[in-house]
């Protein structure tokens, strides 16, 4: 195992043979001093000096001193490379001043021959300083500071003509566009050469001393397109003269295009539509913060998006270190590339600065086939100016036309991607290729009123979403943040997502003119918990399996898709015919024509109701009409799931279910509810979903009567839900006052249980309880309840939360325990005025469910065999 942090090559895209890692142990002090202070401990590089990988772990502004020995013998110059530093570096080799850089997300790249000591030893020092000035670009760091180095430091053997930097342009019929910035050392011809597919191709090239921009163009045979189910990727070199650069490409063209005559386009890839199914990735590490440990770590990332099938990714709020991005390119993952924000205000000297590092960034990652859009803003921070003193900000007509001169500028650099001018949630695009729109909202009405009413207002020439007088042109449309964590009072928590994100992603594929979305977010942070994944990458358990018959998340991120208009869960009667409009949403799947099957099952406690299936013609890309699926629902008490299965042959292409709460027949003969039991021992008890459910923390026991004059005489079972039951903070007199303020921006580090809305959802963690039952004195059952879980399988919990915008113990269920009762103990019952039951936990605790809480519509009840 290599001793050196991060020791793999940072530029896959841009790397030469020779050269040397310098990452691990440097020397380390704090010092405001300009000379170089006694270094009295030690920093691991690459990882900012407020992270625990650099064994500093001290969140401090001010300034950092490094320095380490280092040697490395060449032939020709010598570049010292440093990754980023946060936020002014300067460099000295052997006590000369080398360079100086301002810029905390740039790459810092010094040729130092004239310092560099080819046969000895050679001494590096860095200063770097950190302020959180309003000007400096700082993203969301407040998850994590990065300060000081934070990504891998090298040095490289460069001959004096040399490449600084080349852009790839790539066409899908196979042209490939190599723009080279050759650095010459004088004036003469070189040769610019790409090797690539087995072949070369060249161009002698005249250059001038200085810097030189030259052309080469070529043409891949048969060209194999990258895409994110086939990510091919062609790697060689570029080279000019002696210097031989390593990279790699992969062609693929992204545009916008209207298919069939529609009013509106859809976004393509390779000429095809593609829904973007993205997510918000946030890129924070709790070891490394904004630099993750390890390679595989990396590369682990990137899987993990590919596992839930996820195709895009936000890359919010910064850009992304070079490796990451290598991985997206070779696994097969859009992304959205953020520009870093700064927190002042558009102060002239802020926005020349702004400009320098938006720069770097688009210079450092156009080649990553990945990248298909640049967004240069987020939600307008760094615009407002203040007025009337401090009480009043505006996003004033001269900073959006300096958003307007931004966008024209990346887009005249990079014509192959889409530029977002600003990812908007104040309705304010000036100008732009792509109008998306955030929103954070919960319950299934609230969602598809959004829903619908943007969809209704984004149209070329439309003013929604716009500032000023600006119109959407004839451009995409799609969402660029949702999801229901800040559309709860207070903050959701840490709480059951399944429910929010079925039916919003149901609802984005009722929509036609929607190009996709982006689902905040990827894995938890500091202070929003609603992840795909929990901070330490636990996969959370979204519940789907069981309802949609083998369902995962990853079913509603297909091309092909059924959709519903219908609610996620309908109170009905038993025995109703209910009927449920079915949509199929085709972006880029089954080819016009396939015949396509959907078989439906209707399911519930005792199995498979109703089933059957429809063939039809697929109609290609877009939204189409199936019409109504009628089923008569079972005339008992139940919660059942409609569930669809679409089929190319015997190839499954997509699974979606709606779900019915039947409210007929109780099975019961007899019957107790929750909040009629007597709870003792217990460290905590308390009543939630509308004194539906009883929640009992730490060991104890609930006790009840089943009154005699409701017994029959004969044997039966007792039938009841319950699960372990975890203490939170919340629950125990610990809700945050200021929950509804928890500020990244501040870097409130939170206890999730502490929100009022909290209520863990289930993932790979398991929190077990054991249990006993005793019937009239005597031992009748015991069993372990698995878990305290919250997912999709507690549809009653979501059904009847009291309020829309409070969380109420939402999505929790439990375990259905079927208890015996014997004719004897019946008739022992019947002589004591009625049947005595006892359900005693041992610490995980006991949650008890009535008829409107959990999995099953049930009380606690007796039912005859």
């Known amino acids: 195992m290599n001793s050196i942090p991060r020791c793999e090559h940072p530029r896959p895209d841009f790397e030469r043979k020779n050269w040397l890692n310098l990452n691990g142990k440097w020397d380390f002090a704090f010092s405001e001093s300009n000379e170089a202070p006694e270094f009295d401990r030690t920093i691991v590089v690459p990882f900012s000096w407020a992270s625990p990988l650099s064994e500093i772990a001290e969140d401090k502004m001010g300034t950092g001193w490094y320095h380490r020995k280092a040697s490395f013998n060449c032939e020709g110059d010598v570049n010292l490379v440093i990754g980023a530093a946060d936020y002014t570096a300067i460099v000295y080799i052997n006590g000369n001043l080398a360079a100086r850089h301002t810029g905390g997300y740039g790459e810092i790249r010094v040729n130092v021959t004239p310092y560099w000591d080819k046969n000895g030893e050679n001494d590096i020092v860095v200063r770097v300083t950190d302020w959180d000035r309003d000007n400096q670009t700082r993203g969301k760091q407040g998850y994590g500071e990065i300060r000081g180095i934070w990504q891998t430091v090298y040095v490289e053997e460069v001959p004096a003509t040399h490449l600084e930097r080349f852009k790839i342009e790539t066409k899908i019929n196979g042209e490939i566009i190599i723009k080279a910035f050759i650095s010459a050392e004088k004036d003469g011809k070189e040769t610019l050469t790409a090797a690539f597919d087995g072949k070369q191709f060249s161009a002698d090239v005249e250059l001038k001393k200085g810097i030189n921009e030259k052309t080469l163009t070529f043409t891949i045979d048969n060209p194999k397109l990258w895409s994110c189910d086939v990510p091919n990727l062609y790697e060689g070199t570029i080279s000019v003269g002696n210097d031989v650069v390593s990279t790699y490409f992969g062609i693929r063209e992204i545009s916008w295009a209207h298919f ?32 993750l440990p390890s390679e595989e770590e990396v590369r682990n990332e990137v899987q993990r998006m590919k596992d839930v099938g996820l195709n895009m990714a936000r890359l919010h709020i910064k850009p992304e270190e070079p490796r990451k991005l290598y991985w997206m ?54 615009l407002f100016t203040h007025v009337n003193g ?28 889409i530029v977002e001018d600003n990812s908007a949630c104040n309705n304010d695009h000036v100008e732009t290729d792509l109008n998306t729109w955030h929103f954070y909202r919960h319950g299934y009405m609230t969602v598809k009123e959004e829903i619908d009413n943007a969809c209704k207002k984004a149209f070329e020439g439309s003013n929604w979403n716009y500032i000023n007088g600006n119109t959407m042109g004839d451009i995409p449309f799609m969402n660029s943040e949702c999801g229901m964590v800040w559309g709860i009072e207070g903050n959701a928590g840490d709480s059951d997502i399944a429910w929010n994100y079925h039916y919003m992603l149901n609802e984005f594929r009722l929509q036609e003119n929607l190009c996709g979305f982006v689902f905040t977010e990827f894995h938890d942070v500091i202070n929003e918990f609603n992840g795909y994944y929990r901070i330490n990458n636990a996969r959370k358990d979204f519940g789907y ?33 209910v009927a449920t409009p079915l949509y199929y949403s085709c972006f880029g799947g089954a080819e016009k024509g396939t015949l396509l099957t959907l078989e439906w099952f209707l399911h519930g406690m005792d199995g498979t109701y109703a089933q059957g299936k429809r063939e039809f013609a697929a109609p290609g890309n877009g939204v189409t009409a199936l019409g109504d699926l009628s089923v008569t629902l079972p005339y008992k008490n139940d919660v059942c799931a409609l569930t669809f299965i679409l089929k190319d042959g015997d190839k499954v292409l997509a699974k979606n279910f709606c779900t019915f709460d039947v409210r007929g027949a109780r099975q019961g003969t007899a019957f107790t509810r929750p909040d009629s039991c007597e709870a003792q021992g217990f460290d905590r008890v308390w009543k939630a979903i509308s004194n539906q459910k009883l929640s009992c923390a730490g060991a104890g026991n609930v006790s009840f009567v089943i009154p005699a004059d409701k017994l029959s005489g004969k044997a039966c079972e007792l039938w009841f839900e319950a699960s372990a039951k975890r203490l939170l903070a919340k629950d125990n007199g610990g809700v945050k006052p200021n929950t509804a303020d928890m500020d990244f921006m ?23 309880s054991a249990i006993e039952v005793t019937v009239e004195g005597e031992k009748a059952y015991s069993t372990t309840l698995e878990n305290d879980p919250a997912d999709a399988r507690g549809v009653l919990s979501f059904q009847y939360q009291p309020r829309e915008r409070y969380l109420d113990e939402f999505g929790s269920y439990g375990y259905l ?49």
Not at 820 to 840: D, E, F, R, Y
């Open 260 to 291: 069939d005559g529609r009013k509106f386009p859809w976004i393509t890839l390779n000429g095809k539509p593609i829904y973007l199914n993205g997510t918000l990735d946030q890129s924070f590490n709790p070891k490394g913060f904004f630099t």
């Open 329 to 382: 390119d070779k696994l097969g993952v859009l992304a959205f590339a953020d520009m870093v924000c700064y927190w002042g205000q558009p102060l002239p000297e802020t926005q020349a600065q702004y400009e320098n590092e938006l720069w770097e960034f688009l210079h450092r990652d156009c080649n990553h086939p990945c990248i298909m859009t640049w967004v240069i803003f987020n939600e307008t921070w760094g």
């Open 390 to 417: 401090e009480k009043q900000r505006i996003y004033a007509p001269e900073t959006q036309e300096w958003v307007r001169k931004l966008y024209k500028q990346v887009k005249a650099f990079d014509k192959t991607r």
């Open 545 to 577: 399996n069981e309802l949609g018959m083998g369902m995962d998340v990853r079913d509603l991120h297909t091309p092909d898709f059924i959709a519903y208009d219908a609610a996620p869960t309908r109170t009905v009667g038993g025995g109703e015919e």
């Open 746 to 768: 501040a870097g409130y580090k939170v206890d999730p249980g502490e929100n009022r809305n909290s209520y863990f959802m289930t993932d790979e963690t398991r929190f077990p």
């Open 817 to 865: 325990c079927i208890v015996p009762v014997s004719a004897a103990q019946i008739a022992k019952a019947k002589a004591n005025g009625g049947l005595h039951v006892t359900v005693s936990s041992d610490k995980g605790g006991l949650a008890l469910y009535g008829r409107n809480a959990g999995r099953y519509p049930i009380d606690i009840e007796l039912i005859e065999k």
